[in-house]
């Protein structure tokens, strides 16, 4: 964990407050390359904070940070009264309590909350530290142009835990609707936003176990976002009902 070479004092702040979170070292830049920085501390990538946000970079150049990527023109959409295929899908409505169990980017969640609004609730659960800290950044800093967009990331709450440690722990009909997508695991896109993420990412796929502890938590419906031919909607259960064009999403209800 590291700043840019000339931090600002807010820049230096934040930078300790996500070593903490994640449990490693803040080191001053002193001026070095992050290559140099790598090889005297002998690991593998780094965390930077700097003017242009927060980002974790490693050996090979692959690169991490938040963008909103498609939520922005989700909400966008949204707010003018149009459709979204997840909204459908659970079902969502304001006042709901959602939980994103795989939170990656956040773009669901930031759809999420922006439908449920200040009367909703939505809680993103990431089991990797460095994604959780860095979403989280980037939730609260992104400089998104939109009060609709800003309103719906800052919404959101962060939990650096495992999903399947959480649900355990959770309470009989806490949520309304619980939302899965392990995605990544096959992803297809040439995005090197979401490359990285594959690089960072929990690969393990959902369980059964763990759909029957949503099944319980949810008040209202659990929700699976997966290929279509992925067999995972057999496996698990689910009934598909709705698809695009790379995936689709599938129902249980408790």
Same mark, same amino acid.
């Given at each position: 964990?590291?700043?840019s070479? @000339? ?5 230096r ?11 490693? +070292? ?21 965390v ?5 946000? #927060? ?10 940070r ?24 659970a079902?969502?409505q ?6 994103d169990c ?8 930031i759809?999420?909350? +922006? ?18 800290a ?11 142009a939109?009060p609709?967009l ?7 709450r962060v939990?650096?835990?495992d999903?399947?440690e959480?649900?355990? @722990?959770?309470?009989?009909?806490s ?5 899965f ?10 995005s090197?936003?979401l ?5 960072? #990412? ?7 176990e ?10 209202k ?5 997966e ?15 709705k ?12």
């Amino acid at each position: 964990m590291t700043t840019s070479r @000339r931090p600002q004092e807010e820049e230096r702040l934040w930078a300790e407050r996500i070593a903490r979170r994640m449990g490693v +070292h803040c080191l001053p830049r002193e001026n070095r390359s992050l290559i140099r920085m790598m090889k005297e501390t002998a690991t593998d990538a780094v965390v930077v904070v700097g003017s242009d946000g #927060a980002h974790w970079e490693d050996r090979e150049g692959n690169t991490f940070r938040f963008h909103p990527n498609l939520a922005a023109l989700r909400v966008k959409e949204l707010a003018a009264g149009g459709a979204d295929a997840l909204v459908i899908a659970a079902s969502l409505q304001p006042g709901d309590r959602v939980l994103d169990c795989t939170l990656g980017l956040g773009a669901d969640a930031i759809v999420a909350a +922006h439908v449920t609004g200040e009367a909703g609730e939505v809680v993103g659960l990431e089991s990797q530290p460095v994604i959780a800290a860095l979403v989280d950044y980037g939730l609260r800093h992104y400089p998104a142009a939109s009060p609709w967009l800003v309103q719906a990331m800052q919404g959101i709450r962060v939990v650096c835990v495992d999903y399947r440690e959480y649900l355990r @722990r959770a309470g009989d009909d806490s949520f309304d609707v619980i939302l899965f997508d392990p995605m990544f695991r096959q992803t297809v896109t040439r995005s090197s936003a979401l490359q990285a993420l594959k690089i960072l #990412a929990n690969p393990e796929p959902l369980d059964p176990e763990s759909v029957r502890e949503a099944l319980r938590v949810a008040r209202k419906r659990v929700v699976l976002k997966e290929r279509l031919m992925s067999g995972e909607f057999e496996r698990l259960g689910f009934r598909v009902v709705k698809e695009a064009s790379n995936y689709a999403f599938g129902i249980r209800e408790p």
